[in-house]
Each structure stands twice: as structure tokens, then as C-alpha cells.
């Protein structure tokens, strides 16, 4: 079932297993957590929404320590309404083409990605809002079986430190 705060922005959750496996169903739905840390060498399976609150606490959606791998095990949304995601490891889908990723920190949090498709390519990458974005690996999608092999940026204002979105410069 879904884990959630008593109160949104409340209470955080850290989850530290060293090599194992974790499998994560929806995090924060309805109520967000304050932040979500995950530290692992083993593979971290998403299979639900996320959503944190900086309003309380940091918002912040830390998985810079979940270095074995972050796998999408359905369409997923990671919202961190301010907060920053940061995702220690590339990003892959269970089959080609089969699992989108949406990112939202609205305008103020940064996102930061090591790779995303680099082994199994996701349906498709969007990024509702950020402040910063950082790229560091590839990013592939694909349209093999229902993917519309897109990648979206709405609102944010930099990618990186040199690229600059023509919808809203700064």
C-alpha cells in the first residue's frame, strides 16, 4: 500500500538497506511527505507516484545514494511542489518504450539526472517545472509499443549551466 504523512509535509521517510532491493509503491498519495531519501546499491523499483512538500519540510526527493539502478514499473510522477529530485543512477523502464517519467519541482527546485533510457529506453521524459535541470548521461525514449519517444520541458528556465529554454529565458 501507499506510505503517507499524517499530516502533508509532516514527516519524512529514509530508507537505507545498503545492497538490497527495495520496490516502492506510491509515496506521499494524497498526503506528501516532507522528503524521501533512499540509499541503496541494489535496484530501486518505482511503482507509484511520489509526491514530498516543501512547505513543511524540504520537499527534497534524494536518491543521489540509490546507486544501483532506478527502474520505472509503471508511468511515474515525482512531485516535489519546491523541492529538488536528484537521482543517483540512470533511470530505465521494465521494457522498451513501456514506462514514462514525469518530473515537477515547480520553479525552484533542481533537477538532476545521471542517465535516463540508457539500458531500456522510457516511453517518454517530461519535466512539468524546475528551476535548474542537470543532464549528466544520456537520455533515450523511445516509440516501440505505445511510447511516444518525447521529451518535454514546459517551464523550466536552464538546463544545465549553458542551454537555455526559448519558452522562458532568464
Known sequence: SAINGTTPGNESLTINTADKTINLLAV??????????????????????????????????????????????????INTTGGSIVLGSAINGTGIGTEGLTLNTATNGTITLLGVGTTTPLEYLTIASAGDVNFNGNVTTSTVGSGTGNVTRSEERRVGKECRSRWAPY
Open 28 to 77: 506521499g498519495i494524497p498526503n506528501a511527505l516532507k522528503s524521501l531519501t533512499v540509499t541503496t546499491s541494489g535496484v530501486l523499483t518505482l511503482n507509484g507516484d511520489i509526491k514530498t512538500d516543501n512547505n513543511a519540510g524540504t520537499g527534497n526527493v534524494d536518491f543521489s545514494a540509490a546507486t544501483g539502478g532506478v527502474i520505472l514499473g509503471a508511468d511515474i510522477s
